[in-house]
């Protein structure tokens, strides 16, 4: 059977991950759906207009969904389920002034997927994403694998890009890692970061790396800034579309990923910032790997931060 993702909420986010999955052409469908009426339909059409020039054959559905679920029909069959819909930042603010607001429209988007799409394997972007995605899973009720949360991927590649526009070396040739939450206890990891093979502690000051992990943190809120309107959407939809894919293509690539911790690092009953294999079912294993002393005390002070953040979502 042809392959099938769907992205709630048709804002920069949403419409940005469904343009990058249907240029991937590795899907049937791409349905993409909003609360708006006539947004999604005419972002998809204008999305398949672009089918002759990029060659691709995916076909884009728009859906306007309504407040007791109407449209929902049209997620039915999807292998995943890429959830954007929430309110971006503006600056000033933090992405937890987002946690009341976001968690309703979570929850009803979440209800909805487990009614409509069962099988399917959610990721969620919406923020604060480290709450909405145990929102979203426990507004699913399904398995803890087959929910996570799209964070790690954005900040390393924020990392990344940084790193190498430091070092003006391409940025093929730098490795970075970035765990922990997608907030303040972000957990870039300096001791995973190479350049063509030699650590960065070879090719840089501690005073320097440490800048850089500063701004990696900040990294959002950086693009909040100049943007006033809104938040960032390329790189994160670049991040959440990878991690698409990678399901559907059952790869077992590994990617730093909001996901359910269960003892890995000593840490246990949250979700968080770790390395996972991803497949078809989402989750296959949260990957272990070596950390600094100081690394591994960032990660659990993010675990704690966030697990009680996340002990309140189920009453939002
Ligand atoms: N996890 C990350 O790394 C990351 C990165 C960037 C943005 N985000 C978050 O992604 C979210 C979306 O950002 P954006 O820039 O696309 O915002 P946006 O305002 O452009 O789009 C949000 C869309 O969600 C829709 N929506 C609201 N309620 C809905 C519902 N119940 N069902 C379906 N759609 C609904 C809105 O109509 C709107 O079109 C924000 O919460 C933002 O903070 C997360
Ligand atoms: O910073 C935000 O509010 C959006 C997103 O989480 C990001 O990191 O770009």
Known sequence: MGKKVTVVGAGFYGSTTAQRLAEYDIFDTVVLTDIIDGK???LALDMNQSRPIEGFETKVVGVTTGPNGEGYEAIEGSDVVVVTAG????PGMS???LLEVNA????QVAENIAKYAPNAVV????????EMTALAQIATQFPKNRVFGQAGVLDTARFTNSIAETLGVPVKSVKALTLGSHGDTMVPVPSRCTVDGKPLS???PAEKIEEL?????NGGAEVVALLKTGSAYYAPSAAAARMAKAVVEDSGEVMPVCAWVDGEYGISGVYLGVEAELGAQGIKKVVEDKLTDT???GLKEAAEAVRAKQADVASL
């Not at 309110?87 to 503006?90: A, G, I, S, V």
């Not at 990721?123 to 480290?130: G, K, L």
């Open 40 to 42: 999604p339909a005419g």
């Open 87 to 90: 309110l971006p930042r503006k």
């Open 95 to 97: 992405r937890m002034d």
């Open 104 to 107: 309703k429209i979570v929850r």
């Open 123 to 130: 990721i969620v972007v919406s923020n604060p994403v480290d």
């Open 202 to 204: 070879d090719l840089l």
């Open 213 to 217: 992990v500063v701004r990696t943190r």
């Open 295 to 297: 690394e591994l005390a």
